[in-house]
């Protein structure tokens, strides 16, 4: 795979990958084929590479990352391109969180309405019952000759009878709507991993990934890539990264500030 990449073959390059290649792997030399592609000025083939979910974030020899190794070779175009993945990535991460603080405030609104639901059946509960009904109660209260009083006033059924079975079948009975809370339950319990699976996103990066963090990376020489396209005197390139917010006060390993190289 790096040796297609080096070579410029961008048909054996997908073929390598679809026949299983591993897309980040490094060489002696700590490159990997995303860092060759842009060593070489192969933005063809770069761009299938990131399409296949190759990463271009990892540092290689000395800690210079690809965006290093595209800046210091002048490549303006690659370097677009990579900035661009860069800003994808960021957006995704964004979406990620954005995805993730949306379901975490609904969850906090449904306990607040089931605490809410709780309240009102407690209180239904507490005005709506009646309650047992004192001797003073019953006797003004005109009964109708025939009219049998049900409720919790009511007298209990005779053992062995047709309506105390009727009693007892309704107290043992589970309410429908209980019956289907715990059907429901089950379901979101069983929906769950799906949902954890549409958010975690892409795996190559458990990191925060901005533009301005990415270009801010120093090698182990202390070079930034807006520091190496100064050295270089790539004023276009390091025009790209002072709009991008670059700091222009960047220290390099022997002190040397970004005027002084210049």
């Excluded at 025939?146 to 009511?154: D, N, S």
């Excluded at 009878?161 to 319990?189: D, I």
Aim: overall charge negative.
């Amino acid at each position: 795979l790096h040796l297609a990449c080096e070579e410029g073959k961008q048909k054996m390059v997908n073929m390598i990958i679809d026949y299983g290649a591993k897309i980040n792997f490094r060489s002696s030399e700590q490159l990997t084929p995303v860092m060759i592609a842009c060593s070489v000025h192969e933005d063809s083939i770069l761009n299938d590479l990131i399409q296949y979910g190759a990463n271009i974030l990892l540092p290689g020899k000395q800690g210079n990352t690809a965006l290093h190794i595209a800046t210091r070779k002048g490549y303006q175009s690659t370097v677009q391109m990579l900035l661009d993945e860069i800003k994808n990535i960021q957006d995704q991460q964004i979406a990620i969180k954005e995805e993730e603080e949306r379901e975490r405030l609904e969850m906090l609104a449904d306990a607040e309405e089931d605490e809410e639901d709780e309240d009102d059946d407690e209180e239904g509960e507490d005005d709506g019952g009646g309650g047992v009904k004192t001797e003073e109660q019953i006797e003004k209260s005109p009964e109708k000759p025939g009219v049998a009083v049900t409720g919790e006033g009511a007298p209990p059924a005779a053992p062995g009878s047709p309506k105390a079975g009727a009693e007892v079948a309704e107290a043992t009975a589970v309410p429908a709507t209980e019956a289907e809370g715990e059907a429901e339950g089950e379901a979101e319990g069983e929906a769950e991993p799906e949902e954890e699976e549409e958010i975690k996103g892409n795996k190559e990066y458990d990191m925060e990934v901005t533009i301005l963090n990415q270009i801010e990376i120093k090698n182990d020489n202390c070079e930034t890539c807006f520091a190496l396209a100064v050295k270089m005197q790539l004023w276009a390139i390091a025009d790209i990264y002072i709009n991008l917010g670059a700091d222009v006060n960047t220290i390099g390993l022997n002190g040397n500030t970004m005027l002084t190289r210049s």
